[in-house]
């Protein structure tokens, strides 16, 4: 019995899980300018991805490099929901310079 896929599509769908949050939380504490730490972090995860022999632990690696590349958008997607009313805004950030 193979359960690679089953273990690839678990960790996956947890990623993205937690990704959605932390973008949340992301744009409510730091707004939009922290895009750059998701993309160090996608990029240090496509890299280790690269030089990692274990196929399970390299293709978990880019799906977390794929979901925080991907959580740049999601984190401009975010400020709009935010300017819409959908989220809350953080009273101590000043939201007309960003």
């Known amino acids: ?29 730091f707004g939009v300018g922290c895009w750059w730490v998701f993309m160090l972090f996608g990029l240090v995860c496509i890299a280790s991805s690269l030089l990692v022999a274990n196929n399970v632990l390299s293709t978990l690696l880019g799906v977390v490099a794929f979901s925080s590349l991907w959580s740049i958008l999601e984190l401009f997607k975010q400020r709009q929901r935010v300017a819409k009313g959908w989220f809350p805004k953080n009273p101590k950030r000043n939201y007309k310079s960003e």
Do not use: W
């Open 1 to 29: 019995m193979n359960l690679t896929g089953l273990v690839v599509g678990a960790a996956t769908f947890l990623t993205i899980g937690a990704f959605h949050p932390l973008v949340i939380k992301a744009e409510y504490h």
